[in-house]
């Protein structure tokens, strides 16, 4: 599989997507990630930004109840700069009233966004949008590219499904005081077999390794840390938040499977798991400090 190994959809949608960065950045002055003006003055103090991830359960909690102002309060609670969402709809279906989520978060939160289907299926009756769901990640900071990469998956939509390259791998590169920093929002595979998270991974370290500079790795793994099909993360990547506690039931939690990882090149100063049940999973917070190029 190659890097730039994406639809022609993936690519329409970035290009929207970019647009839309723009329409919002008249609205919304770009601001760094300590709350100063992109293009300030410079200082040689590193870079602060506060990422988070978070599977928001297609806008419903653990109540069921679908409520996406709910969902856009939990994520305003984490006073991120850059959010990977995971179980995100575009016009999927009843459960989340026919919504464009990620396009709605943005608005409700006065932020950029990127939305990166996995899966992008004919309308339904009675309808006319074609029915997506996927990845996001919604950004205060500049949005300066966006692509959607395939990695190996196993559908959900086919009867007996076979592996295949499929899209829904978001990389959007933010630009933070200066500094060009990678964000990547993913969601592993669910299933006990850990095979396609194994294939996964393989192919997120391709994409990774073919980009420069500091890099943000969050999303719903599907498995601990810790689990053997993951071990390979570990090295081009550290744990950003392997101390900031349980993510998975919302409720009562009983494992972490939502995660940040982060190349060696950025210092994690504070992480922590935000207590919400907006969705079925808890969203995961890190305070980051970022080189300053040349330095």
């Known amino acids: 599989m190659t890097r730039r190994n994406r639809t022609s ?4 949608v970035a290009a929207a997507v970019l647009a839309a960065a723009a329409a919002f950045g008249a609205v919304h002055p770009a601001v760094a990630a300590d709350r100063s003006p992109v293009g300030g003055p410079r200082t040689a103090h590193p870079v602060p930004l506060r990422v988070a991830t978070y599977n928001i359960h297609a806008g419903a909690g653990e109540d069921g109840v679908f409520d996406l102002d709910r969902t856009a309060r939990a994520i305003r609670g984490l006073d991120a700069d850059v959010i990977g969402l995971q179980e995100v709809d575009a016009h999927w279906g009843e459960r989340s009233d026919f919504t464009d989520e990620a396009r709605e978060l943005a608005a ?3 932020m950029r966004f990127f939305f990166a ?3 992008d299926l004919p309308p339904a009756a009675g309808h006319t949008e074609r029915r997506q769901f996927g990845v996001a990640v919604l950004s205060r900071l ?3 590219s966006a692509e959607n990469h395939d990695i190996t998956r196993l559908s959900t939509q086919v009867p007996d499904p076979v592996p295949a390259p499929a899209p829904g791998f978001a990389e959007v590169t933010v630009r933070a005081q200066g500094t060009l920093v990678h964000v990547y929002s993913t969601h592993l595979d669910y299933r006990a077999d850990p095979a396609i998270r194994r294939a996964q991974v393989d192919d997120m370290l391709d994409v ?3 980009d420069s500079g500091p890099k943000v790795l969050v999303g719903d793994f599907n498995a601990e840390p810790g689990a053997p099909e993951l071990a390979k993360l570990w090295g081009p990547l ?3 938040a392997a101390q900031a506690g349980l993510t998975y039931p919302a409720l009562d939690p009983a494992k972490r499977i939502d995660v940040i990882a982060v190349s060696p090149d950025i210092t994690v100063t504070a992480a922590h798991v935000a207590d919400t049940a907006a969705s079925d999973h808890r969203p995961v917070v890190a305070d980051l400090r970022l080189r300053r190029p040349g330095r």
Do not use: E, F
């Open 9 to 12: 959809l993936s690519r329409a």
């Open 108 to 110: 409700r939160l006065r």
């Open 117 to 119: 289907p996995i899966y």
């Open 142 to 144: 500049p949005v300066v």
């Open 208 to 210: 990774l390794a073919a």
């Open 238 to 240: 550290t744990d950003a």
